[in-house]
Structure formats: structure tokens, C-alpha cells
T-cell receptor, first 114, second 113 residues
Framework: AQTVTQSQPEMSVQEAETVTLSCTYD???????LFWYKQPPSRQMILVIR??????QNATENRFSVNFQKAAKSFSLKISDSQLGDTAMYFC???????????FGPGTRLSVLP | ETGVTQTPRHLVMGMTNKKSLKCEQH?????MYWYKQSAKKPLELMFV???????ENNSVPSRFSPECPNSSHLFLHLHTLQPEDSALYLC????????????FGPGTRLTVL
């Protein structure tokens, strides 16, 4: 069974600085999908960024980028120029293949400080 | 209304009550999901419906009973719950179970007394 680990239950960062959230996973699959979801306080969970394991290039979405290390089974999220609105729970998620279900990590609570 | 909506947003119920959670998606999706989010635990997938047919039931106790009358609506019927069932219940939908992105609703915060 796949597992997803986020070793940082809580983190904080000063506004405008950069922060990296870590995620590791365990799988024997070669092709799979990885995601970061953001859940702001009292708001809906939304997709931040996705990565397909067969793509070597790290995914980037504006201020959000990932460092995908397939051999190490690591999928960290870097948030550049942090904004107050980035304060949220961040969940790393694994999908074995399209059509399979998500396996979520326990989440990292990120606080962006003014 | 757009996206995925859930009602009620907050619910407090006694252990002997019967209540229902409602989810509605306005995205034309074919798959819908119920998740349970407890404090300090990963999201737990409870049920998956694809084209109104239940395709997955992750060993959820029978006191939780899902219903999917059509592809836009999903219910979670609750009866004789336990205090440990207190959690945030999230509904999500996707274009099909073959797509990667799920769109989540805001959740129902359930407290069982």
C-alpha cells in the first residue's frame, strides 16, 4: 500500500520569504501522480500543483514549484515570495494511476507572518 | 452556485439522532467522493461514486450510509453516530474517476455529543 509522509506538522515563514514543505511517499509503482493541495482556514481545499512521475521536469505554477526526486521518493513544495493568503494546511497526495484514489499525507500547517 | 457545495456547514447531533449531509456539484462531473478529515490524521476516503454507482467503500461503518440519486448530488446519511465520528466531512467531485483533479466542497463540520 502507498503511504505519504509529511514530516513537518507546522511551519511558519515571514511574508515575502521562501519556504519549502517536505513530502515523501512510498510506492513500488513506476508511473504515478503527485499533488499538493491547499486548505485555507474555513475554506475549500484546492489543487496547487501536480506532477506526473514520468516527467523529469519539475512542475511550476507561478510562485509554487516542486522539487521532485523520484529515486528518493521525495516531492517538496517551494513557495516563493510568501503571501499572507498562503496561510493554510498543505496536503501532499499520491495517486497510483489515473482513476485510482488519492492517498493523502497528514498535512503541514503553514503560517505566513506579517 | 458554482463548484461543489455542501450543506449544512456545521452540524451538532446527539448519538441517537438521524441526520443527512448533502453535497451538490455544479461542474458536470461524473464522479463524487466522501472524505473524513479528523484532527491530526490524513484525509480518509470513505466512498466513491461513479455515474451514480458506488465503486468503493473503504470499510466504513454502517452507521454511515451514502446515497447518490444523480450525478450532481451526493448524500451521507448518519445514524447512531459515536463521538469519535466528529470530524470535517468533505465532498469532492471529478470529471471521471479517470481524471486526476478533484474539486472539493467546503466541508461539513460534524460534532457528535
Amino acid at each position: 500500500a502507498q503511504t505519504v509522509t509529511q514530516s513537518q506538522p507546522e511551519m511558519s515563514v515571514q511574508e515575502a520569504e521562501t519556504v519549502t514543505l517536505s513530502c515523501t511517499y512510498d510506492t513500488s509503482e513506476n508511473n504515478y501522480y503527485l499533488f499538493w493541495y491547499k486548505q485555507p482556514p474555513s475554506r475549500q481545499m484546492i489543487l496547487v500543483i501536480r506532477q506526473e512521475a514520468y516527467k523529469q521536469q519539475n512542475a511550476t505554477e507561478n510562485r509554487f514549484s516542486v522539487n521532485f526526486q523520484k529515486a528518493a521518493k521525495s516531492f517538496s513544495l517551494k513557495i516563493s515570495d510568501s503571501q499572507l493568503g498562503d496561510t493554510a494546511m498543505y496536503f501532499c497526495a499520491f495517486m497510483r494511476a489515473l482513476g485510482q484514489n488519492f492517498v493523502f499525507g497528514p498535512g503541514t500547517r503553514l503560517s505566513v507572518l506579517p | 452556485e458554482t463548484g461543489v457545495t455542501q450543506t449544512p456547514r456545521h452540524l451538532v447531533m446527539g448519538m441517537t439522532n438521524k441526520k443527512s449531509l448533502k453535497c451538490e456539484q455544479h461542474l458536470g462531473h461524473n464522479a463524487m467522493y466522501w472524505y473524513k478529515q479528523s484532527a491530526k490524521k490524513p484525509l480518509e476516503l470513505m466512498f466513491v461514486y461513479s455515474l451514480e454507482e458506488r465503486v468503493e467503500n473503504n470499510s466504513v461503518p454502517s452507521r454511515f450510509s451514502p446515497e447518490c440519486p444523480n450525478s450532481s448530488h451526493l448524500f451521507l446519511h448518519l445514524h447512531t453516530l459515536q463521538p469519535e465520528d466528529s470530524a470535517l466531512y468533505l465532498c469532492a467531485s471529478s470529471q471521471g474517476t479517470g481524471r486526476d483533479e478533484q474539486f472539493f466542497g467546503p466541508g461539513t463540520r460534524l460534532t457528535v455529543l
